[in-house]
T-cell receptor, first 116, second 111 residues
């Protein structure tokens, strides 16, 4: 099992450019998430999905879009990149364990994005 | 605003010492309180978690203490080791999935 994989690992964008951050999980998890991590701010939820075809906004969705056409993939689209989007982006997935279990989120290795 | 407030921002402890990280929350609907550990250049990984129906959970050298009335919970790392040097995040959620994270605590264990 590769777990959660993210590409690319690093990217530099110019202001106004667009890009897609890729995320794939091979654990057959229903739930997938995108977070951004900024120094001293913890992780902020951008978007999440509870299953293929279902997405919803998190805490900081402005400037981003997502889609979920398959269980495995959850790409994050940045349109018109801005310096404020310079951050480390993490994708995560989880499966409802039910009962008294915990819904552990498994994180990918992250994508470090710089917008200049 | 931060739904979960975490302190301190950083701490340094000697090998064998105890590290204590504190978190506070306001939303009484939170029913799941995990701690995540993150090493430099890696994604966070679940370390230990607790539900509000218990006051303490211990896994090896890591213990969560939970005070429901005070809306506070803390992580204690006993017998701290250099390999424990990492950033620790507390988090909270309703129904297990949409986590609200604290700002993180960088722990440095000196040999």
């Amino acid at each position: 099992n590769a777990g959660v994989t993210q590409t690319p690992k690093f990217r530099i964008l110019k202001i106004g450019q667009s890009m897609t951050l890729q995320c794939t999980q091979d654990m057959n998890h229903n739930y997938m998430y995108w977070y951004r991590q900024d120094p001293g701010m913890g992780l902020k939820l951008i978007y999440y999905s509870v299953g293929a075809g279902i997405t919803d906004k998190g805490e900081v969705p402005n400037g981003y879009n997502v889609s979920r056409s398959t269980t495995e993939d959850f790409p994050l689209r940045l349109e018109l990149a801005a310096p404020s989007q310079t951050s480390v982006y993490f994708c995560a997935s989880s499966s409802r364990s039910g009962g008294a279990g915990y819904n552990e989120q498994f994180f990918g290795p992250g994508t470090r994005l710089t917008v200049l | 605003q931060q739904q979960v407030k975490q302190s301190p921002q950083s701490l340094i402890v000697q090998k064998g010492g105890i590290s204590i990280i504190n978190c506070a929350y306001e939303n009484t609907a939170f029913d799941y309180f995990p701690w995540y550990q993150q090493f430099p250049g890696k994604g966070p990984a679940l370390l230990i978690a607790i539900r509000p129906d218990v006051s303490e959970k211990k896994e090896g050298r890591f213990t969560i203490s939970f005070n429901k009335s005070a809306k506070q919970f803390s992580l204690h790392i006993m017998d701290s080791q250099p390999g424990d040097s990492a950033t620790y995040f507390c988090a909270a959620s309703v129904n297990d999935y949409k986590l609200s994270f604290g700002a993180g605590t960088t722990v440095t264990v000196r040999a």
